[in-house]
């Protein structure tokens, strides 16, 4: 290693051979990807000056309100600081806007919608994962852990037509890891992309995640601890469905009991997103559940 590469290279190095998940690593991880597939700034190239002026300074403002009705001192300030700092280091940016903002800002940019409710991407998305037809089977380990969950569905448009698309899924495995953000998980366990046929039907047979506790020793971990929440998101699946003329939909999909469903951190949770899965008599679980797409206007 050279003295020139980045400390998060480091962490993940050290982490991968300790065979152990860290906040700094995952962190990292989610930090370059987030580099390595966006070009954020170009979209908002023609934004003109009024709009960025009138957020900046509405943020700004809510700030300093709050700093006004509290009577913040200059010790709360300069930890503030401190730990804004530390977010970077740890290269929790994506996790933190993820976790506490993300959600309202799917909120607005799909409240148009009549097809499927949706809910945020979160920081564990890689795109272009292995095609595996309409009949899937999710790249496993051999013996992973956890229970089997076959999962029929179709895409159909809100007129009904069955639609030729893609579901991309991603998920945690039975310990809450996700592939490329954990040491030691093959590239692509856990993610694929399904793809349906005129007839708009997918089988996906994967195994059931289990909930997923965010990063506590990192820097997000620091505000959960310091501020007396939990670190929880309930079990769920990561999907972005899509077909030629219709909006992407990105979305995750929950299971009922589970004791987060009603106080996710990320507050991503919606009913509408809740699945039915059924036991079956050789230990796995079969699951339905339909995704309609909204035409692009
Ligand atoms: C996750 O797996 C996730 O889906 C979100 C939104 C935030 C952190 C971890
Ligand atoms: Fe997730």
């Not at 290269?91 to 945020?120: C, M, Q, Y």
């Not at 639609?163 to 945690?172: F, Y």
């Not at 929950?254 to 009603?262: E, L, Q, V």
Request: a negative charge.
């Amino acid at each position: 290693m050279t003295t020139f590469e980045a400390p998060h290279i480091e962490k993940i190095e050290l982490a991968e051979k300790a065979g152990k998940a860290t906040a700094a690593a995952s962190g990292a991880s989610a930090t370059e990807r987030f580099h390595l597939d966006k070009s954020p700034f170009d979209a908002v190239r023609d934004v003109p000056a009024e709009r960025v002026d009138l957020l900046a300074r509405e943020v700004l403002d809510a700030v300093h309100a709050t700093i006004r009705r509290h009577k913040v001192t200059y010790e709360e300030y300069n930890a503030l600081k401190a730990w804004l700092i530390n977010v970077g280091e740890d290269g929790e940016w994506p996790l933190f806007l993820d976790v506490w903002v993300e959600h309202v800002v799917e909120e607005v940019a799909t409240a148009h919608r009549h097809g499927n409710k949706g809910s945020i991407e979160g920081p564990y998305y890689v795109p272009d994962s292995p095609e595996l037809g309409a009949d899937a089977t999710m790249p496993v380990r051999p013996g992973e852990a956890g229970t089997p969950l076959v999962w029929e569905g179709t895409i159909t448009s809100t007129d009904g037509r069955p639609l030729a698309g893609k579901v991309e899924l991603w998920h945690a495995d039975s310990e809450g890891f996700y592939s490329q953000f954990a040491p030691g998980i093959p590239e692509w366990n856990l993610r694929g992309t399904i793809s349906t046929g005129d007839d708009g039907a997918f089988r996906i047979t994967t195994m059931r995640p289990a909930p997923y506790q965010i990063p506590t020793d990192g820097s997000c971990g620091k505000l959960i601890a310091a501020a007396g929440w939990h670190a929880w998101r309930p079990a769920h699946l990561h999907v972005k469905v899509s077909a030629p003329g219709h909006e992407l939909l990105t979305a995750q999909l929950y299971f009922p009991g589970d004791p987060h469903n009603g106080d996710d951190i990320a507050t991503a949770v919606k009913p509408e997103l809740m699945l039915d899965p059924q036991p079956q008599p050789d230990g796995s679980e079969k699951v339905r559940y339909d995704f309609v797409l909204d035409p692009e206007s």
